[in-house]
């Protein structure tokens, strides 16, 4: 069986979504505990908030946790002697899938995470907003910084930028009929609303960055990861601004293999993209979710249902 690793650059929002691995999921819990010592005293208030379920949607917390658990999980599923033939990652999935393709110690994708969260922080307030329409539909409501977040799927369009254009636009979109969720996030990320973040990130970047020992479909050119794009300081500090060409990534690995796809991260939502894919659809594919979809769902029933399917 042939296997992709897909890391979500999402899901804070859902407080408590892994917890119910830690203390017992002994890799997991090991992983996650190695990281977010790596984060110091941050590392400590993340872990607090997370166990007692409090709000998380801040980057200084969201971001630190996601990698940690997005992280842990793709180590769990390496322990399980699964070997993935390549990985694509969301956002900020990227720095999981080229910490664990090697592109990344461990220690400098923490310092590379603590660095967008401190370039991140000072960017005033902003959202995100989930569209069901094509990136050629959301073009006329592009207005002030409001930009293309994220495609992710022909019909699934993601647009960020500072709360009031994009409240406006938000009203435009609705007055038009359009489907419109709010993404949970406090930061316009992926908008140009991120530029002063780029430029501090990119003097924060203390790396030195090596060619992928595994195949990477980078979601910033949705295709594979070159090494000169891996190799760049640029490359990395400007996904801050970038918009995420996901659903192309995600077509062109399954273009080239036939696949099933694990998501290793909080909730479900790039296993709903890969849904939506004709080999998926047509069974060429198939798409294993690590979590349940949401809070209440039991995260060790699904760990072990979809390792059963993982490792027979």
Excluded: C
Aim: net charge negative; proline share 7%.
């Amino acid at each position: 069986m042939n296997v992709a690793l897909m890391f979500p650059g999402q899901g804070s929002q859902h407080a408590r979504m892994a917890a119910g691995l830690y203390g017992r999921e002994p890799v997991f819990t090991s992983v996650l505990e190695e990281v977010l010592a790596l984060f110091g005293d941050d590392g400590e208030a993340v872990r607090e908030d997370w166990l007692a379920g409090n709000d998380i949607d801040h980057v200084s917390r969201a971001q630190p946790l996601l990698f940690a658990v997005d992280y842990a999980l793709g180590r769990t599923v390496l322990g399980w002697g699964v070997t993935p033939v390549a990985m694509v990652g969301h956002s900020a999935g990227e720095v999981v899938a080229a910490t664990l393709a090697g592109v990344f110690t461990l220690e400098e994708a923490v310092t590379l995470v603590r660095g967008r969260v401190r370039s991140a922080a000072p960017v005033p307030s902003g959202g995100m907003l989930a569209v069901a329409a094509s990136e050629a539909d959301m073009v006329p409501y592009l207005v002030g910084d409001v930009a293309i977040a994220a495609v992710n799927a022909p019909k699934q369009t993601m647009l960020a930028g500072s709360d009031e254009p994009l409240a406006a636009v938000r009203a435009r979109l609705e007055a038009d009929e359009f489907t419109v969720r709010t993404v949970p996030a406090t930061t316009p990320f992926h908008s140009p609303a991120m530029a002063p973040a780029v430029e501090e990130a990119l003097r924060e970047f203390h790396a030195t960055p090596r060619s992928p020992r595994i195949t990477v479909y980078s979601g910033y050119t949705g295709k594979e990861l070159t090494e000169a794009d891996a190799t760049s300081p640029v490359f990395w500090a400007r996904q801050l601004s970038d918009t995420v060409y996901f659903g192309p990534a995600l077509t062109g690995l399954l273009a080239a293999h036939d696949v099933t796809l694990v998501e290793a991260g909080p909730g479900q939502t790039l296993t709903a993209f890969a849904r939506r894919t004709k080999a998926v659809r047509t069974g060429v594919s198939s798409v294993v979710p690590l979590l349940p979809p949401g809070p209440g769902g039991d995260d060790w029933e699904s760990l072990q249902a979809a390792r059963l399917r993982l490792v027979p």
